[in-house]
Antibody, heavy 123, light 111 residues
Framework: EVQLVESGGGLVQPGGSLRLSCAAS????????LTWVRQAPGKGLEWVSAISGSGGTTYYADSVKGRFTISRDNSKNTLYLQMNSLRAEDTAVYTC????????????????WGQGTTVTVSS | QSALTQPASVSGSPGQSITVSCTGTSSDVGTYDYVSWYQQHPGKAPKLMIY???NRPSGVSNRFSGSKSGNTASLTISGLQAEDEADYYCSSYISSDTLVVFGGGTKLTVL
């Protein structure tokens, strides 16, 4: 079964840091681009960041650029999101998702999603 | 503020067809065929319904179809069923820097 499982969320003070992880199973991890998407309470989906299958190419939304870093360890089938300088507006459920096509550079249709991990930024 | 504009809500009766629009610009939807559509039921993860404007992933009902005209992409659901009631989001390639953006979402109510 193809599966993505996030972890690492929690309560953090403004200005703090968190590192999210997304453990993958059931597919050839390095063959697929991966994406982080977040959803604030009662709000819509927001694309956050993406990374190619090899890990050599990364992309970020303007709202997180310079503060978040996406990475992956293909030997551990794990995706990461390092979040620094967190703000109240970063409060959301963070979910990782897999590109549908088996192309390391296909980011546009995401067919497998995790259940998400909750990040709350509050003092 | 979403770069892609969707209606906040649409509704239809069982058996009818409805269309959800997703309006971008000539720099994203109008030029690139990287529009996807997702269905999200409350408390659940999004489900990919359409990718690359009009392609259905395996396992998605053929009642769902996608198209594009100019700067506007559309998701059409035919033979509306109660279980189609959900939020629907479009997404599109937007630039080589930011890459992807979602629309604001549309709540579909089956009357």
């Amino acid at each position: 079964e193809v599966q993505l499982v996030e972890s690492g969320g929690g309560l953090v003070q403004p200005g703090g840091s968190l590192r999210l992880s997304c453990a993958a199973s059931g597919f050839i991890f390095s063959n697929y681009a991966l994406t982080w998407v977040r959803q604030a309470p009662g709000k819509g989906l927001e694309w956050v960041s993406a990374i190619s299958g090899s890990g050599g190419t990364t992309y970020y939304a303007d709202s997180v650029k310079g503060r978040f870093t996406i990475s992956r360890d293909n030997s551990k089938n794990t995706l990461y999101l390092q979040m620094n300088s967190l703000r109240a507006e970063d409060t959301a459920v963070y979910t990782c998702a897999k590109g549908y096509l088996e192309l390391g550079s296909y980011y546009y249709g995401m067919d497998v999603w995790g259940q998400g991990t909750t990040v709350t930024v509050s003092s | 503020q979403s770069a892609l504009t969707q209606p906040a809500s649409v509704s239809g009766s069982p058996g009818q067809s409805i269309t959800v629009s997703c309006t971008g610009t000539s720099s994203d939807v109008g030029t690139y065929d990287y529009v996807s559509w997702y269905q999200q039921h409350p408390g659940k993860a999004p489900k990919l319904m359409i990718y690359d404007v009009s392609n259905r992933p395996s396992g998605v009902s053929n009642r769902f179809s996608g198209s594009k005209s100019g700067n506007t992409a559309s998701l059409t659901i035919s033979g509306l069923q109660a279980e189609d009631e959900a939020d629907y989001y479009c997404s599109s390639y937007i630039s080589s820097d930011t890459l992807v953006v979602f629309g604001g979402g549309t709540k579909l109510t089956v009357l």
